[in-house]
């Protein structure tokens, strides 16, 4: 048996190898190569900044997905994903309480090409374990959705999947992505230049970074994974594919404090040694995204121990200056685990927990971003 090692502070399991999660997580494998990549990350170099262009009006737009969901105290941990027409499809997770995985249960909601409103959320699954942390990917009218099953707590959760070919009106099965212990998903998966789906995960057991990959979008298998030194452990990566090809992850410090930043130039089978991204991270997720532009958004909690406000930073040049930042949210609440999608028409949807209440959409522009954000 040989046990996973300690490279630079960074844990790491390359594919093929054969994980076990015990008490005390162990590895088989007939090879053991390090996957952490040689080369050195520039993100957030403070010095100077590329100037983003931007046209038209700023937009700011915001609403509630929903007033509440009969019989449930909390919802938390939203998702969403935009067709081509425009046309909106959320998900997240309702509980009854007290603990956020009583009674918890996953529902969408749908807001049609045109409207401003939102439907009424309906039902998606209720098994009789915990459903949590919900996440939407598609292509065209193809549609993924991840969730995690937990049956005795966030450690024993595993990751299943179903898939829709007509936008979340009907869906296949549940099938299992990963049976390890602990593993779940907070999200979307991302097209790699090899052509593959690799889906960000991590575990709850463990506190480390998983990262899966499907050349079907239905079988996988885990790639790789990345773990930092207790107590300032990386999960929920956040991962985009830039122009160059290179993957780029923005991770959530499990301690706080600084953001974790990483990026793969091998389709995610390395990464390179996490770092600190320069943007605060109270232990909360935060979400990374390329938009059409080509220019990168990374919606996050700007503070090291709370989470407000909630913010927004530009990035004209694929993450190494980030010269524009503005707050979308502040006050005494709690504004936490957003998600973004960029639809047709430009706009940026965010979705994100207010409060645990509910979950709450707002919809901005670029030239909100860069209108009155002032620089850094």
Not at 172 to 187: D, E
Request: aromatic share 10%; charged share 15%.
């Amino acid at each position: 048996m040989r046990c996973c090692f300690d490279f630079k502070g960074v844990r790491s399991v390359q594919a093929g190898f054969v994980c076990l999660v015990l008490p005390v997580a162990s590895c088989l494998s007939p090879l053991l190569f390090p996957s952490v990549a040689n080369f050195e990350l520039l993100f957030r170099v403070m010095e100077g900044g590329t100037p983003v262009e931007v046209a038209g009006e700023p937009v700011f737009f915001e609403q509630q997905v929903f007033d509440a969901i009969a019989g449930k105290v909390g919802s938390h941990a939203s998702t969403l994903t935009a067709f081509d027409d425009g046309e909106l499809l959320a998900a997240w997770y309702s509980y009854t309480g007290p603990h956020e995985l009583d009674g918890s249960a996953i529902f969408t909601a749908r807001r049609l090409a045109g409207s401003e409103t939102w439907d009424t959320p309906i039902l998606h699954i209720d098994r009789p374990e915990g459903d949590g942390n919900p996440v939407l990917y598609s292509e065209g009218d193809h549609v993924w959705l991840f969730a995690a099953v937990v049956p005795f707590g966030w450690s024993t959760a595993r990751i299943e999947m179903q898939q829709s070919w007509d936008r979340g009106r009907t869906w296949s099965s549940a099938t299992v992505v990963s049976g390890m212990l602990g593993a779940n998903v907070r999200f979307p998966p991302v097209r790699t230049a090899a052509g593959q789906l690799l889906l960000p995960a991590y575990s709850d057991l463990t506190q480390q970074s998983l990262f899966f990959s499907s050349d079907d979008g239905l079988n996988w298998s885990l790639t790789s994974t990345v773990s930092t030194n207790s107590p300032h452990m990386s999960i929920q990566p956040s991962v985009v594919r830039l122009s160059n090809d290179r993957l780029l992850a923005a991770t959530r410090n499990v301690e706080g404090g600084w953001l974790w930043v990483m990026a793969s130039d091998d389709h995610g089978r390395s990464w390179s040694e996490p770092q600190d991204s320069g943007f605060p991270n109270p232990d909360s997720a935060a979400a990374l995204s390329r938009l059409a532009s080509g220019n990168l958004v990374l919606v996050f909690n700007d503070s090291m121990s709370e989470r407000r406000p909630l913010s927004i930073a530009l990035s004209g040049d694929e993450g190494l200056t980030w010269p524009h930042q503005r707050i979308l949210v502040d006050g005494e609440a709690s504004y936490s685990y957003p998600a973004v999608v960029q639809g047709p028409d430009g706009m940026i949807h965010i979705l994100y927990s207010l409060d645990r209440l509910r979950i709450a959409h707002m919809a901005i522009n670029e030239s909100w971003i860069v209108g009155d954000s002032g620089g850094e």
